[in-house]
């Protein structure tokens, strides 16, 4: 009771924090020292959500991750990582992207930690495979981490209008995958944003309302990422659509068979 | 120049003052160096793809931010042109500082973009891989599992892949991916469970106090709430010096934590990181370089920095900037070594 209570207050935490770090622009409008807004903010935003991607490790791996979710993971999480190299080999638009569909099933089939780490890792070890290590992935590592942790909010609902195993889950799931196609673009934005928009006086700094700067972010969002945001979001409802049955089918078969329990093991 | 903290601490630096100057011919001057190391760091065959795919990122970069700058901030003295102020959002005067300065941010985008780049070059992914903490160990096992089976895994995608364009799958639509992801996800998941079950066998099992971990836990948490507080408090104007004591607090705080973690967990070393006389060396400089430039910003504020509001004028000069402009250059005198 006690261990699951300081869980949930650490993702609590950790999403009040890391979301405030990226929404700061919005939140924190009046702020008076917009020199350090503008020149430090991807790097802080950044630093801010190592340390609280930091404080989910060490809760999740503590909690979840004995050897059999480390195989399990590192391996759902080389082939989510190899879907990034296949999105060359998919006919589809840019924004595309293969990869949010087994993130958001592992979380909707093992609940919030183990979606949490498969979204987080698969970007972490992506990044490391095409050298995509930047400012940016501590972003991303959190955002993919949110797409899985909140899958288990698909499963609960799935679960309450009695879905499970009909035609009605694969719906849940495809709304569920194509909202997240639209709010992964509009939170990956939010930490060079102000940074390029930025600087003293003009948008988000002190004399904006928090109206004006979502005016703002929206004119800027829709002139360079909607498109992209809106290509993900289909391709994402075209993969659940065609995959989500038969992956599920998958997991529940591999669920049976990593439910064996070692002799002599304290877990 | 083969040592992974030395390229930290070169990536460090280089961040530190790309984000400190917003004077356009340092930043120039550090490009100019990123692009010279990055080109020397290129496998031969590829440099040329090399430059021109980050030229064209940068002036994108460049172009966009002073497009959006110039757009929605109308600030300074310098008019270009009028838009009507009933159009929303844009509505105003076109400046040109407000496009220099848009500009200034493009460059410092395109400089970090570069750094990073340069440092994902530099380090294989092996390297990189070591780099995460020990009190990671479980994660760090996890994120090392996934790079191994990787080249595995792709190999048999494209066996499957193969077998089924043979019996004939055009491999044109989605719903054709299918049956090859599914054979794969199906034999890697068997894989995992041969797995699970030998590094059991061979005593790897992570047993770990759950109070102890609460301990830690809770500690990580109100450091971070420290570091972000000290942050907040900063944005606000209050005195530096609670944000520096905060920072400072919460930031020992978690490297503490970090560290007595990580002394939990034992760690075999097959190949030890050797530090050579030059790699002590290299370290010098670039710790020289960051305490420099942490000591010359809390002495005189703004001194690399420019604004181009509310009028352009010429940005200063002086030679700390300059020889700071070309530290991330340093590591080219190794590169022959390496």
């Known amino acids: ?69 480390i195989a399990f993971l590192g391996v759902l999480i080389s082939i989510n990582a190899g879907l990034r190299f296949l999105e060359n080999a998919i006919p589809g638009p840019a924004g595309f992207s293969p990869t949010f569909f087994l993130i958001i099933l592992v979380g909707y089939f093992f609940g919030s930690r183990i979606g949490f780490l498969m979204g987080a890792m698969t970007m ?15 972003g991303q590592m959190i955002t993919a981490g949110w797409v899985g942790q909140t899958a288990s909010i698909a499963s609960f609902i799935s679960k309450k209008l009695h879905f499970k195993e009909k035609f009605g889950e694969v719906l849940v799931l495809t709304f569920f995958s194509a909202f997240w196609g639209m709010l992964y673009g509009l939170i990956m934005n939010l930490w060079f944003w102000p940074f390029l928009a930025g600087g003293a006086g003009s948008s988000w ?26 290509t993900r979001s289909i391709g994402n409802i075209l993969i659940m659509l065609t995959m989500a049955r038969p992956f599920l089918k998958v997991f529940q078969r591999f669920y049976l068979r990593f439910s064996f329990h070692f002799e002599g093991s304290e877990s | 120049m083969k040592n992974a903290y030395i390229w930290v601490l070169w990536l460090v630096n280089a961040i530190i003052f790309v984000l400190s100057t917003r004077n356009p011919i340092y930043l120039f001057l550090v490009l100019i160096s990123l692009f010279i190391l990055g080109n020397r760091k290129t496998k031969p065959q590829h440099r040329k793809a090399w430059f021109i795919l980050n030229l064209r990122f940068l002036i994108s970069m460049i172009l966009i931010s002073s497009l959006v700058n110039g757009l929605f901030t109308h600030l300074g003295q310098t008019k270009l042109f009028h838009f009507p102020s009933n159009w929303l959002l844009i509505g105003g005067d076109i400046t040109l500082e407000s496009l220099i ?31 995460i903490p020990r009190a990671f160990h479980p994660i760090g096992m996890t994120a090392t599992l996934a790079l191994t089976f990787f080249p595995s895994i792709q190999q048999r995608a494209r066996e499957i892949k193969e077998a089924q364009m043979i019996r004939g799958n055009p491999m044109k639509k989605i719903s054709d991916w299918l049956p ?11 894989d995992a469970i041969i797995l699970s079950e030998s590094m059991t066998s061979r005593g790897f099992h992570a047993v770990s106090n759950r109070n102890q971990e609460n301990f830690s ?61 030059k790699d002590i060396i290299f370290c010098a400089i670039f710790l020289i370089a960051i305490i420099t430039q942490i000591i010359f910003a809390a002495l005189y504020e703004n001194n690399f920095s420019f604004t181009p509001y509310p009028q352009l004028s010429m940005p200063s000069l002086n030679i700390g900037g300059f020889l700071l402009s070309v530290v991330p250059l340093i590591p080219i005198l190794a590169s022959n070594h390496d």
């Not at chain 1, 700094?205 to 809106?230: C, F, H, M, P, R």
């Not at chain 2, 104007?237 to 004591?245: E, G």
Request: net charge neutral; glycine share 8%.
């Open chain 1, 1 to 69: 009771m006690k261990n699951t209570l300081t869980g949930i207050l650490t993702d609590i935490f950790v999403f009040l924090v890391g979301l405030s770090s990226l929404l700061a622009p919005f939140i924190l409008p009046q702020s008076r020292n917009s020199e350090i807004q503008s020149s430090a903010f991807p790097i802080v935003v950044s630093l801010i959500i190592i340390l609280c991607l930091a404080i989910v490790f060490i809760e999740t791996q503590s909690s979840v991750l004995d050897n059999k979710m």
């Open chain 1, 124 to 138: 972490f070890v992506s990044g490391l495979i095409t050298g995509g290590i930047g400012p940016w992935l501590p």
């Open chain 1, 205 to 230: 700094s002190q004399d904006a309302s928090l109206l004006e700067n979502l005016g703002k972010y929206g004119a800027y969002y829709l002139a360079t990422s909607v498109i992209w945001d809106i």
């Open chain 2, 101 to 131: 300065y848009g500009a200034v941010n493009g460059l410092i985008i395109g400089s970090l973009y570069l750094s990073f780049n340069i440092f994902n070059l530099a380090l294989s992914v092996k390297q990189l891989s070591r780099l």
């Open chain 2, 180 to 190: 090859i992801l599914l054979p794969l996800i199906v034999t890697s998941l068997e």
């Open chain 2, 217 to 277: 836990i809770i500690s990580l948490v109100i450091g971070t709430f420290l570091i972000f507080s000290g942050w907040i408090l900063n944005l606000f104007d209050y005195p530096q010096v609670i944000s520096i004591f905060l920072y400072v607090v919460g930031g020992s705080l978690i490297i503490f934590i970090l560290l007595k973690k990580g002394c939990e967990f034992r760690v075999t070393h097959y190949h030890r990181v050797s530090w050579q006389k």
